[in-house]
């Protein structure tokens, strides 16, 4: 009778694991490319993402408050509680947002009140001002 041995620190050989790190080069190979390629598409992407969080704790304050933020207050009552202008019945502890996102150029997002109840959130695109087309064009919460 011949006896089996069990290995005890049961593990992956050499080769497994040479072979699981080929995998992944040839994977990053691929997929790096693609993703470095549209740098602008995602700067873009991530822009109407943060519009759209802005845009719920808006719609939130709203609720509570029976109004938007004045154009004065700002992005910045979604953060603090407002010391000027109409104030909030009901503000959270802690606000609304934990910070104001800037957008994927490392500038501020722009808040307009236009009436009590129609706001615009934007970013004014990768060169900074209104107008433009491609990825200098404004992305805005109304399109």
């Not at 011949?2 to 997929?31: D, P, Q, S």
């Not at 408050?65 to 000027?84: C, D, F, H, I, W």
Request: hydrophobic share 35%; with cysteine; proline share 8%.
């Amino acid at each position: 009778m011949k006896k089996h041995r069990c290995r005890k620190n049961a593990g992956f050989t050499l080769v497994e694991v040479m072979v699981v790190i080929a995998i992944l080069g040839i994977l990053g190979a691929l997929v790096i490319p693609r993703v470095m390629d549209r740098p602008d598409e995602a700067r873009l992407v991530k822009a109407q993402s943060d519009i759209q969080a802005i845009e719920s704790a808006l719609n939130l304050y709203r609720l509570d408050n029976g109004v938007y933020p004045t154009t004065e207050q700002g992005l910045a009552a979604l953060v603090e509680k407002p010391t000027r202008g109409p104030m909030p019945r009901r503000y959270p502890d802690g606000g609304y947002l934990n910070q104001i996102p800037e957008d994927p150029w490392g500038r501020p997002y722009v808040y307009l009140r236009d009436s009590p109840g129609d706001f615009e959130v934007l970013s004014l695109g990768a060169d900074g001002r209104e107008g433009g087309e491609g990825i200098n064009a404004e992305i805005s919460s109304r399109n």
